[in-house]
């Protein structure tokens, strides 16, 4: 469906009205109209069809169009490179052709060319652009309502003594506990997550896997020896091999493969477990 009006910072679908010298006029349910430019215009696009597109700020700070997509859209909090200094502010990559640009009022710290600095796009409504903060305390909430197992998408955004610190939802604060992550992450990396506990700070406990379900460990197991036939894996191995081999802890695993093998799809042998044939 086309957009009511234009969203800044967003993926628009916009209804080609005009073809210029230029390129071509997208236009909202609105009638407000974004040029894209001739770069990102191909022969399938003719006029009255309906298109995908990102809006963001030229050089001038004009709304225009692009088929490109960003690193993150508005609204989101995201690890970005600093791509240039100034004596205002800096200037950090994004994936558009213009550079996004945070003020030295979003500034939490003062950063340097070539080094990373997690922020939040937001809209400034005085000069109707796009900018970049760093200060994420003015945008992070209390969670609330959520319940255990709720889905949310995260952003690992540092690591600490106790795991990983995440953003979810890009409004509240949450963390992977290491002794709970059975996987490789990096700082930078989105992931969904589900809700373990929300405390009564408003903070909340994450988890990469359901909690209480075994099912999910069941049938990733399972699968790997289907295709594998066999794997030189067993409920004696060092968690550390199951961790690295399933992703999973060694308690879901020896849960997994023992109820695998009372359902009689999979057998136990001296050092390896495999399909039943």
């Not at 009511?4 to 236009?27: D, F, M, V």
């Not at 509240?172 to 992931?191: A, C, P, S, T, W």
């Not at 997994?256 to 477990?273: C, F, P, R, T």
């Amino acid at each position: 469906m086309i957009e009511e009006y234009l969203k800044l910072g967003s993926i628009n679908r916009l209804k080609i009205s005009k073809k210029t010298p230029q390129g071509l006029y997208l236009e909202a349910l609105d009638g407000d109209s974004v040029l894209l430019p001739n770069r990102y215009v191909t022969d399938d696009m003719n006029i009255g069809d309906e298109i995908e597109v990102f809006i963001y700020n030229d050089s001038e700070d004009r709304y225009v169009a692009t088929t490109q997509r960003p690193i993150y859209e508005y609204g989101e909090i995201g690890i970005f490179d600093v791509a240039d200094v100034t004596d205002f502010g800096v200037f950090v990559e994004w994936g558009m052709p213009k550079d996004l640009f945070m003020p030295l009022g979003n500034m939490k710290k003062r950063v340097r060319k070539g080094e990373k600095v997690i922020g939040k796009i937001v809209y400034d409504d005085k000069t109707d652009r796009l900018m970049l903060d760093s200060k994420l305390s003015r945008h992070i909430k209390k969670a609330k309502d959520y319940n255990v197992n709720d889905e949310v998408k995260i952003i690992i955004i540092a690591k600490t003594p106790l795991g990983y610190k995440c953003i979810a939802e890009d409004k509240y604060e949450g963390m992977l506990f290491d002794n709970e992550i059975f996987e490789d992450l990096r700082v930078g990396q989105k992931k969904k997550a589900f809700i373990k506990n929300v405390r009564e700070d408003g903070k909340l406990d994450l988890s990469l896997q359901k909690i209480g379900s075994r099912d999910d460990a069941k049938e990733k197991v399972y699968n790997m020896l289907k295709e594998w036939g066999e794997i030189n894996v067993t409920t004696k191995s060092n968690p550390e091999d199951i961790k690295k081999r399933f992703k999973i802890s060694k308690k879901a695993f020896k849960s997994a493969v023992n109820e695998l093998i009372k359902e009689n799809k999979i057998i136990q042998e001296e050092g390896k477990i495999k399909i039943k044939s």
